[in-house]
């Protein structure tokens, strides 16, 4: 979950484009594709391209990376609205979740080989669905590390929620290792507002227990430190507490 949307602009208002860029959205016109969007990256200069046409209806998307040169996404991806982009260890990456109805089912992260024009997998991160329709999968760049979480919610008797017992994170390196993420503390969602010198950042948290989905700032903000697998809770006046 992002602290903010990427800025998503009509690929016609960007000057600049190389030449395979133009190559590409041209293609795309010609394949009636409409819009067409450049999207930046969490983590990476690279800039995600994207496209998609109502009848028949039809997505693709590709990579921009810096010199100019556009790297289609993963095959895996053609029937899926790609719309946002990652980076690992200054390679681009992309996260793929498949539903069975509202149920996220096979979730793994794509991350591009570099120079090859090729794209490499984790497989899949095994998380568990949640059926309760509330939360879903959530991932933050930090340092050269992909944080994905999968942030779910139950809905309880009287119709108010709780964070889900089945939340889990794992953190994907840049050789496609994965290593678990500690568990967050009793009532902290997993999910990250932003980061800052190689750690993830929770400045507020959903005010679910009691009923209530609203956002409310937290007087003590969690940090998670995928370096060191510990989550930190800091305060102006008290001193750090640490949960790994």
Do not use: C
Not at 66 to 91: C, H, K
Not at 120 to 137: H, R, V, Y
Not at 179 to 191: D, I, K, Y
Not at 225 to 232: C, G, L, S, V, Y
């Amino acid at each position: 979950r992002p602290a903010t949307a990427p800025v998503t602009a009509p690929i016609e208002s960007v000057a600049g484009l190389s030449a395979e860029a133009a190559a590409w959205r041209d293609a795309r016109i010609a394949e009636g594709f409409t819009p067409i969007n450049i999207v930046p990256g969490d983590g990476t200069t690279a800039r995600l391209l994207t496209a998609q046409r109502p009848d028949p209806q039809a997505f693709a998307s590709a990579v921009l990376l810096d010199d100019g040169r556009v790297v289609e996404t993963p095959a895996e991806l053609a029937t899926t609205f790609t719309t946002d982009l990652y980076g690992v260890g200054g390679a681009p990456a992309l996260l793929e979740v498949d539903y069975d109805g509202n149920l996220a089912t096979n979730t793994q992260v794509w991350i591009g080989v570099p120079g090859s024009g090729e794209w490499a997998s984790t497989g899949d991160l095994g998380f568990t669905p949640t059926s309760s329709g509330w939360g879903g999968i959530t991932i933050r760049s930090v340092g050269d590390v992909l944080l994905v979480a999968d942030n779910s919610y139950v809905q309880n008797g009287d119709g108010s929620l709780s964070l889900s017992p089945d939340q889990r994170g794992v953190v994907v390196h840049p050789d496609l290792s994965v290593t678990e993420m500690a568990p967050a503390p009793e009532g902290v969602a997993l999910f990250f507002t932003s980061s800052s010198g190689g750690k993830a950042l929770q400045l507020y948290g959903p005010a679910v227990e009691g009923g209530s989905s609203l956002d409310v700032s937290y007087d003590q903000p969690w940090q998670y430190d995928p370096t060191t697998n510990e989550w930190t809770e800091k305060s102006a006046s008290t001193p750090e507490r640490v949960r790994n």
